[in-house]
């Protein structure tokens, strides 16, 4: 309940439309503290909240790990499940939630908050200014290590955790991944936690673009979260809140314009339109917008990674399940 749980109650309580009916965790002094502030009552045992006939929806935001048999629960209980990123640590498991959602009939939604943060959509609808995107970097580094991260059989996957959201985004960007080239370091201590993490990832668009996502755990470094999306005719560079564009003026010099921070505040908060999106679909009875697969290609790219990272060399990703649409307009 800690953490992203916190977040996603929160947001599902702001909404007229829903309410948190139950929440449940492992630390009782925490969700009685929690359960006091949704008006709601609190469990130890995720199956007596699977279970109740007070819950129409189950939002699964635990380690990653957990993602799969939580969510194939809930929906095995006719539960419509909305799973945080990555819905699965494999594709096996992720195929498997999908066929389970179908015989069921219920809507499945995952967290691609990614796709909706204000510097994302404020490069997503200003593409053009750049001419033809050739090269696209995103670059992460944290002097400490998550707490997710710190170990392996939890973590699941390094590229699906920490490189998901750059590997999203620039799908959402640029399209279908044809192939990843990948490099990852792991350092661990005398009791088999990671304290140092570092993994970047190339990755080849079907349709030319190139990209790098960068991600640093456990070395001491300026913290930093830079997007780079460079142009034919320009640059576009995102960091701490701000938007550089770069560009030649009519004189053909060089000039750099800094955006307004405000101006990416025009979206509401990312997790409430991803959320929200899960939310019409469940009272629409349609198949949710940020489906399992749509995820199912930013997760390949992610699994593929780590086997290239492992076997050190260029590894094909397969095409995307559903077609990636490409919207370059105001959104």
Same mark, same amino acid.
């Given at each position: 309940m800690?953490?992203m749980?916190?977040i996603?109650?929160?947001v !599902?309580a702001?909404r007229?439309?829903?309410?948190v009916?139950? /929440?449940?965790? %492992?630390d009782?002094?925490?969700?009685?503290?929690k359960? @006091?502030?949704?008006?709601?009552?609190?469990?130890l045992?995720s199956?007596e909240?699977?279970?109740s006939?007070?819950?129409d929806?189950?939002?699964v935001?635990t380690p990653?790990h957990?993602?799969?048999?939580?969510?194939?629960?809930?929906i095995?209980?006719?539960?419509?499940?909305?799973?945080?990123y990555?819905?699965a640590?494999s594709?096996?498991?992720l195929d498997?939630l999908?066929?389970?959602?179908?015989?069921?009939?219920?809507?499945?939604?995952?967290?691609?908050?990614?796709?909706?943060e204000?510097p994302?959509?404020?490069?997503?609808?200003?593409?053009?200014?750049?001419?033809?995107?050739?090269?696209?970097?995103?670059?992460?580094a944290?002097e400490?290590?998550?707490?997710w991260?710190?170990?392996? @059989?939890?973590?699941g996957d390094?590229?699906?955790?920490?490189n998901?959201?750059?590997?999203?985004q620039? /799908? @959402?960007l640029?399209?279908a991944?044809?192939?990843?080239? !990948?490099?990852?370091t792991e350092?661990?201590?005398s009791?088999?936690n990671?304290?140092?993490?570092?993994?970047?990832t190339?990755?080849?668009f079907?349709?030319?673009?190139?990209?790098?996502?960068?991600?640093?755990?456990?070395?001491?470094?300026?913290?930093?979260?830079?997007?780079?999306?460079?142009?034919s005719?320009?640059s576009?560079?995102?960091?701490? $809140?701000?938007i550089?564009?770069?560009?030649?003026?009519?004189? $053909?010099c060089?000039?750099?314009?800094?955006?307004e921070p405000q101006l990416?505040?025009?979206?509401p908060?990312a997790?409430?339109a991803?959320f929200g999106?899960?939310?019409?679909?469940?009272?629409n009875?349609?198949?949710?917008?940020?489906?399992?697969?749509?995820?199912?290609h930013?997760?390949?790219v992610?699994?593929a990674?780590? %086997?290239s990272?492992?076997?050190?060399q %260029?590894?094909s990703?397969?095409?995307?399940?559903v077609?990636v649409?490409?919207?370059?307009?105001l959104?």
């Open positions: 800690r953490g749980g916190d996603r109650a929160k !599902a702001k007229d439309d829903c309410q009916a139950c /929440i449940a965790g %492992r009782e002094a925490f969700l009685q503290s359960a @006091d502030e949704f008006g709601c009552p609190y469990v045992d199956q909240l699977i279970n006939p007070e819950v929806a189950v939002v935001a990653n957990l993602h799969y048999p939580f969510g194939l629960q809930a095995e209980a006719g539960k419509h499940v909305f799973l945080e990555p819905p640590i594709l096996e498991e498997l999908i066929e389970a959602r179908d015989a069921k009939g219920v809507t499945l939604g995952v967290g691609l908050s990614g796709r909706f204000g994302h959509l404020f490069l997503k609808r200003n593409l053009s200014k750049i001419g033809r995107p050739v090269l696209a970097h995103g670059s992460v944290l400490y290590i998550w707490k991260s710190k170990c392996n @059989d939890i973590m390094f590229f699906a955790l920490a998901f959201h750059h590997i999203d620039s /799908i @959402d640029f399209g991944v044809e192939w990843v080239n !990948a490099t990852l350092e661990q201590d009791e088999g990671n304290v140092l993490l570092a993994g970047a190339q990755m080849g079907a349709g030319g673009v190139v990209g790098w996502s960068q991600y640093l755990m456990g070395v001491p470094a300026r913290q930093i979260w830079v997007t780079t999306i460079s142009g005719a320009g576009l560079v995102s960091e701490s $809140g701000k550089t564009w770069s560009h030649r003026d009519a004189n $053909g060089v000039t750099h314009e800094d955006i990416l505040e025009e979206k908060a997790m409430e991803d999106s899960f939310v019409e679909a469940t009272k009875g349609k198949p949710c917008t940020l489906s399992c697969e749509l995820a199912r930013s997760c390949e992610a699994f990674s780590t %086997r990272a492992r076997i050190g %260029r590894v990703v397969s095409a995307p399940l077609e649409q490409l919207h370059t307009e959104l």
